[in-house]
């Protein structure tokens, strides 16, 4: 059996085949629906992911995110976070990779790029959550941090609501000045504010930053809209919070992943809080959400592993439709599978193995 694969030019041209915002939307649908199936019990949840923290030379993590669909699949990322990339090396912060195998007999059966993937279901997540608890009709985003899931943020939301302008603010000036540019594809304007403003003016915002554990809040608390929306999705670490404590307080605030949220999410600062049902459960039963639309709210977003496989199965499907991606024996499967040196023949000329 051979592995199908998705190199990252295979990427590229499922990309231009569907179109950004095709893509996008279908990302957007299957989160959605999956969430939901997961609240009504249809479905599990993703364990919580493992990791291995590194100080020096290059700050960061190393990840592992594991789903199981039994009978059929699991589905495992690795992915690093490491924030000094994107300066030093010229590489994204996150940089990841997806396997699929299948659940019978553990043979791999497709493998695929992680970093757009990342980017669009982690958009796709804030879509799905902003749909559920912001105001219908909210028209102004905000953004801290103007990085890799900025524009994906902005794209998700740009496709659920009527956006008129985005406002955002990175403490790096070349990342906020550069984002215009890397937004543009959306046609929405784009101005630079300070975080302040954003809080004050913004109906719907993104937190999305590198912020060092200990180092936050980005945001200050201070005057909002009354139905003031908020997608926390830098805190994925333990001990890096975006948000300040006083606005979680008063916030009705659903985690994506609530035992993760507790280890690594906002909800790290709300220990012995009560907090709101999960996002799934939202999804299953929207009228539980509808209420807090008018009032203040966080979607703690950490992200796991179901969001990547059921965004692997959208990437999968759409390649399929076009004819994309490559069939490689990665593995060696032996002709006598209790033999493993019956191995497949070499290619005429290689020097024979001993
Ligand atoms: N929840 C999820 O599912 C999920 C998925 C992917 C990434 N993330 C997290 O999102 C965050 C951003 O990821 P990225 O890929 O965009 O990284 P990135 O490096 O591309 O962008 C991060 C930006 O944050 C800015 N920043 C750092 N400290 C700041 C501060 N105090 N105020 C304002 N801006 C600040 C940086 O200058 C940078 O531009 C990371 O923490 C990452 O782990 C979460």
Same mark, same amino acid.
């Not at 499907?317 to 033999?339: K, S, Y």
């Given at each position: 059996?051979?592995?199908?694969?998705? *190199? *990252?030019?295979?990427?590229?041209?499922?990309?231009?085949?569907?179109? #950004?915002?095709?893509?996008m939307g279908r990302i957007i649908d299957r989160l959605a629906e999956g969430f939901a199936q997961i609240g009504?019990?249809?479905?599990?949840?993703?364990?919580?992911?493992?990791?291995?923290?590194?100080?020096?030379?290059?700050?960061?993590?190393?990840?592992?995110?594991?789903?199981?669909?039994?009978?059929?699949?699991?589905?495992?990322?690795?992915?690093?976070?490491?924030?000094?990339?994107? #300066?030093?090396?010229?590489?994204?912060?996150?940089?990841?990779?997806?396997?699929?195998?299948?659940?019978?007999?553990?043979?791999?059966? !497709?493998?695929?790029?992680?970093?757009?993937?990342?980017?669009?279901r982690? =958009?796709a997540a804030s879509a799905v959550a902003s749909r559920l608890?912001?105001?219908?009709? *909210?028209?102004?985003?905000?953004?801290?941090?103007?990085?890799?899931? !900025?524009?994906?943020?902005?794209?998700a939301?740009?496709l659920v609501?009527?956006?008129?302008?985005?406002?955002?603010?990175?403490?790096?000036?070349? /990342?906020?000045?550069?984002?215009?540019?890397?937004?543009?594809?959306?046609?929405?304007?784009?101005?630079?504010?300070?975080?302040?403003?954003?809080?004050?003016?913004?109906?719907?915002?993104?937190?999305?930053?590198?912020?060092?554990?200990?180092?936050?809040?980005?945001?200050?608390?201070?005057?909002?809209?009354?139905?003031?929306?908020?997608?926390?999705?830098? !805190?994925?670490?333990? =001990?890096?919070?975006?948000?300040?404590?006083?606005?979680?307080?008063?916030?009705?605030?659903?985690?994506d992943?609530? %035992?993760?949220? #507790?280890? %690594?999410?906002?909800?790290?600062?709300?220990?012995? /809080?009560?907090?709101?049902?999960?996002l799934t459960?939202l999804a299953a039963?929207p009228?539980?959400a509808?209420?807090?639309?008018?009032?203040?709210?966080?979607?703690?977003?950490?992200?796991?592993?179901?969001e990547?496989?059921l965004a692997?199965?959208v990437?999968?499907?759409?390649?399929?439709? /076009?004819?994309?991606?490559?069939?490689?024996?990665?593995?060696?499967?032996?002709?006598?599978?209790?033999?493993?040196?019956?191995?497949?023949?070499?290619?005429?000329?290689?020097?024979?193995?001993?």
């Open positions: 059996m051979e592995t199908w694969v998705l *190199s *990252s030019h295979d990427i590229a041209k499922v990309v231009a085949a569907a179109g #950004r915002d095709a893509l009504r019990g249809e479905r599990d949840l993703s364990p919580p992911r493992g990791g291995f923290e590194r100080a020096e030379p290059v700050p960061g993590v190393f990840e592992w995110m594991p789903h199981r669909d039994a009978g059929d699949s699991i589905t495992l990322k690795t992915v690093g976070y490491s924030p000094a990339n994107p #300066r030093r090396f010229a590489l994204p912060t996150i940089i990841g990779t997806v396997a699929r195998y299948d659940d019978h007999t553990g043979a791999l059966t !497709a493998l695929m790029d992680g970093v757009l993937l990342t980017a669009m982690t =958009g608890l912001a105001r219908p009709g *909210s028209r102004t985003l905000g953004l801290i941090g103007a990085g890799a899931q !900025a524009v994906t943020q902005l794209h939301l740009s609501f009527e956006l008129e302008r985005v406002l955002v603010w990175d403490a790096e000036a070349a /990342h906020r000045d550069s984002f215009a540019r890397r937004a543009a594809f959306t046609k929405i304007p784009v101005q630079i504010a300070d975080p302040a403003r954003i809080i004050a003016e913004c109906d719907i915002v993104t937190t999305a930053t590198s912020v060092p554990a200990g180092a936050g809040p980005v945001l200050p608390d201070g005057p909002h809209r009354e139905h003031l929306h908020i997608n926390a999705v830098g !805190a994925d670490l333990v =001990g890096k919070t975006e948000l300040p404590l006083a606005l979680l307080t008063r916030a009705f605030v659903s985690a992943h609530p %035992e993760q949220a #507790r280890r %690594e999410g906002e909800c790290q600062q709300l220990a012995g /809080h009560r907090t709101a049902p999960g459960r039963e009228a539980l509808r209420p807090w639309r008018e009032r203040l709210s966080v979607f703690d977003s950490t992200g796991f592993a179901f990547d496989a692997m199965e990437f999968l499907q759409t390649a399929a439709e /076009h004819g994309l991606g490559r069939r490689l024996p990665i593995e060696h499967h032996p002709a006598d599978a209790l033999d493993p040196y019956a191995l497949q023949p070499l290619p005429a000329g290689a020097p024979a193995a001993r």
